[in-house]
């Protein structure tokens, strides 16, 4: 071997090991989300796609992470948090005094009211009218604290069905359900995207205000000080809004609360 071929070969052998270095250097991040909330986040061609997808890989590269989804039910999202198994959760989570208590939130990067919707041709009008009836939500979220809160407060007497991972818009469209309680723009869209025959009742009674929460330790507030910047400097920079717009058509990046 000669002198140059034997210098190429040390110069590359110094590339592959920077390589790795700067690999190893890389934090893993592990996001937890469910497989079964489109647009937000879901799984299509064995693959995790949505808005929520988007804004981490964003995220990722912007702090140099190796990110890594970790698909669950949302029921049991925030205890594979606090077990240590994912380091944050993506799932249009709301930021609660309660749970401001327990976890260190990022900067909020997306807001939204939630609503009841029903069938087009419904007789339910108001929230009076569900009096008595079958309403769905999701299970152990913020949707099923506030729908119950809402029971109890207006005395409605609701039959409250609880779902993990089936889409309500089609339990309420074959019958299953008179009403359900969920995010705006998710069902919205998906409404749209399906052309389902769904409408919004506009009570508006909650104003969702989304983040992504770490467990209240060293590395937790450092990732949630980190992302906070991600987010900021995304919204900044209009890529926050590009990838609302491109998910839900709609900028649900920016404050609308009235």
């Known amino acids: 071997m000669s002198i140059r071929q034997t210098s190429a070969l040390l110069v590359l052998g110094m590339v ?10 890389k934090q893993k991040v592990i996001v937890g989300t469910s497989a079964s909330y489109k647009p937000w986040a879901f799984q299509k061609d064995d693959k995790a796609q949505g808005f929520e ?3 981490w890989r964003e995220i990722a590269k912007r702090n140099n992470y ?33 749970r401001l208590e327990k976890y260190a939130f990022s900067t909020p990067y997306a807001y939204s009211y939630y609503d009841f919707f029903v069938k087009n041709d419904s007789p339910l009008k108001t929230k009076e009218d569900l009096k008595g009836h079958k309403v769905g939500c999701w299970l152990g979220g913020n949707g099923e604290a ?18 993990d991972g089936i889409a309500m818009e089609n339990e309420a469209v074959i019958g299953r359900i008179d009403a359900f309680w969920q995010g705006e723009i998710k069902t919205k869209t998906v409404i749209a995207e399906q052309n389902l025959p769904l409408q919004q009742l506009n009570e508006k009674l909650v104003y969702e205000t989304n ?9 937790g507030e450092k990732l ?4 906070s910047k991600a987010i900021d400097d995304m919204r900044a920079d209009g890529t ?19």
Request: glycine share 6%; proline share 2%.
């Open 211 to 219: 983040a992504y929460p770490f467990r209240k330790d060293a590395q």
């Open 146 to 163: 506030t729908l119950r809160a809402i029971n109890d407060k207006y005395n409605l007497g609701l039959d409250i069905v609880t779902y």
């Open 240 to 258: 926050l809004s590009q990838l609302s717009m491109k998910w839900f058509n709609v900028d649900t990046t920016q404050s609308t609360e009235k």
């Open 53 to 55: 997808i988007d804004v």
């Open 16 to 25: 592959l090991l920077g390589s790795a270095a700067f690999a190893a250097d």
């Open 224 to 227: 949630a000080t980190e992302v």
């Open 66 to 98: 190796e990110l890594e989804i970790k698909l669950g039910q949302f029921s049991g999202l925030v205890g594979m948090l606090d077990a240590g198994e994912i380091d944050t959760v993506a799932h249009q989570m709301s930021i609660t005094p309660a």
